[in-house]
């Protein structure tokens, strides 16, 4: 192998500049300009119908109108993705092998100390997509009207109450422990198989409280059947904007995002991830994009591949907290 000192002197001596680009840079900036050539395939760790499924839909089908090439949504459903992860992990580094995501991703990798792949050293980041909130929720014969009412009534009575989650280890079992830390209430969580089951749980009182996906949130708040208290979001949710967020009602250093989107295998070349993010920016800020999302409750969020890949690193931290603090265990 070469002497660095030597290689850089023979290319000084060739008269090729130090700013040249590398054969990596120029075969990266070759595949852009013809990507894509082929069919993408985007994989959705979950069941078709869920959020992480609705948003890879929406980005294919605006991405086929684009570029003319099949974009495929392949569903592998699996514990927390793993099994769809794994196959992106280990796929071709080329940027035709993408993986829709939630906050789960990050979540797996605090909850799991053997997974089939690193979720910080095998993924590369394309974009945010959106941000989903999740509401405070309980049953209005709880007589609770607000945040406050609900930390005085826990506090009045320590180890009486709970709250319900659609699982262990999900987003909002983790949301209800950062509540519970940052409140410093003591509640007992009940885990659910679901959504629909833990929020009926709340909605007919047999919990306490519930945090619950914006868009199963609104029907039943509109209809009076559920009291929404606040958003988990840092800021208010916009189809909700009379709600306060938790940080506003009470619990002044409480923020859980909720968020999606899209990662592909790492070692793609950088010059392909920028193409598909400046796509992925394009199809957000489209109009019929931006109403189909926000009446999901969805508030398009498209960042840099490189914002992404850091908001990925502090969101595993951050998770990994809650589960050590919490000692939640999964395997």
């Known amino acids: 192998?070469?002497?660095?000192?030597?290689?850089?002197?023979?290319?000084?001596?060739?008269?090729i500049g130090c700013a040249q680009p590398s054969w990596a840079q120029?075969?990266?900036?070759?595949?852009?300009?013809?990507?894509?050539?082929?069919?993408?395939?985007i994989l959705v760790g979950f069941s078709p119908g869920s959020t992480t499924d609705?948003?890879?839909?929406v980005v294919a089908h605006k991405m086929n109108e684009t570029w003319g090439r099949p974009i495929v949504v392949d569903n592998r459903p699996s514990a927390g993705g793993i099994l769809a992860?794994?196959?992106v992990a280990t796929a071709n580094p080329d940027g035709y092998t993408l993986l829709s995501v939630s906050a789960g991703h990050a979540v797996t990798a605090a909850?799991?100390?053997?997974?089939?792949?690193?979720?910080?050293?095998?993924f590369a980041g394309v974009s945010l997509l959106a941000t989903v909130p999740s509401i405070l929720v309980v049953s209005p014969s709880s007589g609770v009207k607000s945040v406050k009412d609900l930390l005085a009534l826990a506090r009045a009575k320590p180890g009486a109450y709970n709250y319900s989650s659609p699982g262990i280890g999900s987003a909002n079992h983790l949301a209800g422990e950062l509540f519970k830390s940052l409140a410093k209430i003591d509640v007992a969580h009940v885990p659910f198989k679901g959504i629909p089951e833990a929020m009926t749980a709340a909605l007919?009182?047999?919990?306490?409280?519930n945090f619950s996906p914006i868009v199963n949130v609104l029907p039943l708040a509109k209809g009076g059947r559920v009291t929404a208290l606040a958003t988990s979001t840092g800021k208010r949710a916009a189809a909700m904007p009379?709600?306060?967020?938790?940080?506003e009602a009470g619990v002044p250093d409480y923020r859980f995002d909720p968020w999606f989107g899209l990662v592909t295998t790492a070692k793609t070349p950088r010059p392909v991830l920028a193409k598909l993010n400046r796509e992925i920016t394009r199809i957000l800020g489209l109009p019929d994009v931006k109403e189909r999302l926000l009446a999901l409750g969805a508030e398009p969020t498209p960042i840099t591949p490189e914002q992404f890949d850091a908001y990925v690193k502090a969101e595993v931290a951050k998770f990994t907290k809650?589960?050590?603090e919490a000692n939640i265990k999964v395997d």
Do not use: E, H
């Open 111 to 122: 909850l799991y100390t053997k997974l089939p792949y690193d979720t910080l050293k095998d």
């Open 85 to 87: 992860s794994g196959v």
């Open 322 to 324: 809650i589960v050590r």
């Open 26 to 41: 120029t075969r990266g900036d070759g595949a852009a300009q013809t990507y894509p050539s082929k069919p993408i395939r």
């Open 242 to 247: 009379d709600l306060p967020t938790i940080a």
């Open 204 to 209: 007919q009182g047999s919990v306490l409280f």
């Open 1 to 15: 192998m070469m002497n660095p000192v030597a290689k850089f002197g023979l290319v000084a001596l060739l008269g």
């Open 54 to 57: 609705i948003l890879a839909r």
